[in-house]
């Protein structure tokens, strides 16, 4: 599971809003890796596979209720288009029913060819077209967008930032919430009093290990408090 040397990630996008992409991902470091192909974005139009005179993507569920289900024909053609059989990369389909997504995750993912991401709308996709393809469903959080496409967005910003020579130095990412099953710690910058608040004393004090000790302190009573479920992990 290691990418071949020199060879950007790259990640394939079905949805029915292409335009949207890459937004944010278009800016800052992650844009600039784009631009300097640290990594790749394709999009496929699911519009482009319909095939009825409507050129409809959905239909009503089966077994009646209110909204629109994706059809599993229309998306089969898209995913073979955008994924076709030898191609190595996973499979995932943005999904409040999907595993959380974990920085774990992210870090995995960032040493694969790269992703092939469905973006759900309506009430979702056909059941069919998921196990047929091999979609994995995976959630940014327990609450319900109105499509796949910001949740996309999100899964490749984590994953992309830790691509080598993405962010630009590659220690930057070590220390952060989730890495070492901590939350970070407070951080300040100057000025040194602001508003009559000040920095606290060590962190200028050029004490590297007392330094240390404070994060790891403030990193720990932050956890403790805010995010125990993770401690117990
Ligand atoms: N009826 C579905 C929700 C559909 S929301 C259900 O109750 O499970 C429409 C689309 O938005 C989904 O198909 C999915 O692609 C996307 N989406 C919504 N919430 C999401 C989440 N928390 N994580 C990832 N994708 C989500």
Not at 229 to 232: A, E, I, R, V, Y
């Given at each position: ?27 800052s ?6 631009r ?21 993507v ?43 997504l ?28 998921i196990?047929?393809?091999n ?12 499509g796949?496409?910001?949740a996309?967005m ?11 020579n993405v ?27 602001f ?25 720990q ?7 125990p479920?993770?401690?117990?992990k």
């Open positions: 599971m290691s990418r071949v040397a020199n060879k950007p990630f790259a990640a394939s996008i079905i949805t029915l809003f292409p335009e949207v992409f890459p937004g944010t991902l278009g800016t470091v992650i844009g600039r890796g784009l300097e192909n640290l990594w790749t974005l394709q999009t496929t139009n699911l519009r482009d596979f319909a095939f009825d005179k409507h050129r409809s959905d239909d009503t569920p089966a077994g009646g209720g209110a909204g629109l289900v994706l059809r599993s024909d229309v998306l089969a053609k898209a995913i073979d288009f955008a994924s076709p059989k030898d191609d190595t990369r996973p499979r995932y389909l943005l999904s409040p029913r999907g595993k959380p974990t920085q774990k995750l992210a870090h995995e993912l960032s040493h694969e060819d790269g992703v092939i991401l469905v973006c759900g709308r309506f009430e979702g996709i056909d059941q069919r077209v196990k047929s393809r979609l994995i469903e995976i959630s940014i959080g327990d609450y319900v967008l109105a796949g496409e910001v996309a999100v899964m490749l910003e984590a994953i992309v930032r830790l691509i080598p962010l630009g130095s590659s220690l930057s990412h070590q220390d952060e919430s989730f890495e070492n099953g901590l939350l970070e710690y407070d951080q300040y910058t100057r000025p040194i009093e508003e009559g608040q000040t920095i606290p004393k060590i962190l200028t004090s050029g004490n590297h290990k007392k330094i240390a000790k404070w994060r790891e302190e403030n990193s009573n932050l956890t403790k408090k805010r995010r479920d993770l401690l117990k």
